[in-house]
């Protein structure tokens, strides 16, 4: 069955330290996939996606995730943080037979000053 | 920026009751989706809508659910009548296309408590 798993549930780091939030996805073929960012009060904002091509892809706000086909993987990472990004994370999948898209629980990010 | 909207943002309702979700689609979008969120849950697909009919619907989709597109501009959910286990954050989206790759525009979500 297809999945999508964020093994981190909280996440907490200091403004300006590097992060990274991690996804698996467990999908037989290559899937789209997408970040969602969810800021409290806020619907859920796209932070970006990978459909194919460059396993390194640029988003919006600084983000940027890596595609690891080896690994199922699709990380999301930001070089510096910014007390502004606390907010819950959320990875999804899109599998390519159907427009429906299969989320992960969610990594809520707490930014310290 | 254009932006998918839902009303209410909060909801209370007794166990048995029906409650109406609402959501205003961007105007140019023709696939409109339900999701929801159980709290500390996933965000789980409920239902997928287009050209006036349901074209996809996941298993908590029961006789219970509807959809509707009353008008030109509101895309409804409604639940017959709610359980306990119907609170969640309720997601409405929506996208030019309907093919995988396509972005999905969400809403702010309603959050349906249900007492």
Redesign the interface.
């Known amino acids: 069955a297809q999945s999508?798993t964020q093994p981190d549930i909280h996440i907490t780091v200091s403004e300006g330290a590097s992060l990274e939030l991690r996804c698996n996805y467990s999908y037989g073929a290559t899937?789209?996939l997408?970040w969602?960012v969810q800021s409290p009060?806020?619907?859920?904002?796209?932070l970006l996606?990978y459909?194919s091509g460059d396993t390194l892809v640029q988003g919006i706000k600084g983000f940027e995730a890596e595609f690891k086909r080896s690994q199922s993987s699709f990380n999301l990472r930001k070089p510096s943080v910014h007390w502004s990004d606390a907010a819950e994370y959320?990875c999804?999948v899109?599998?390519?037979?159907?427009?429906?898209?299969?989320?992960?629980?969610?990594t809520r990010l707490q930014v310290f000053p | 920026e254009p932006?998918?909207t839902?009303t209410p943002?909060h909801q209370v309702t007794q166990m048995g009751q029906e409650v109406i979700l609402r959501c205003v689609p961007i105007s140019n979008h023709l696939?409109f989706?339900w999701?929801r969120q159980i709290l500390?849950?996933?965000?789980?697909?409920l239902v997928?809508f287009y050209n006036n009919e349901i074209?996809?619907k996941?298993e908590i989709f029961d006789d219970q659910f509807s959809v509707e597109r009353p008008d030109g501009s509101n895309f409804t959910l409604k639940i017959r009548s709610t359980k306990l286990e119907d609170s969640a954050m309720y997601?409405c989206?929506s996208?030019t296309s309907?093919?995988?790759?396509?972005?999905?525009?969400?809403?702010?979500?309603t959050r349906l408590t249900v007492v």
């Open positions: 999508v899937p789209y997408f969602y009060g806020q619907g859920l904002q796209l996606k459909f959320f999804a899109g599998p390519w037979n159907t427009d429906k898209l299969i989320f992960g629980t969610g | 932006e998918v839902q943002s696939y989706y999701y500390g849950q996933k965000v789980e697909f997928s074209s996809e996941s997601f989206a996208k309907g093919q995988g790759n396509t972005e999905a525009f969400f809403g702010q979500g």
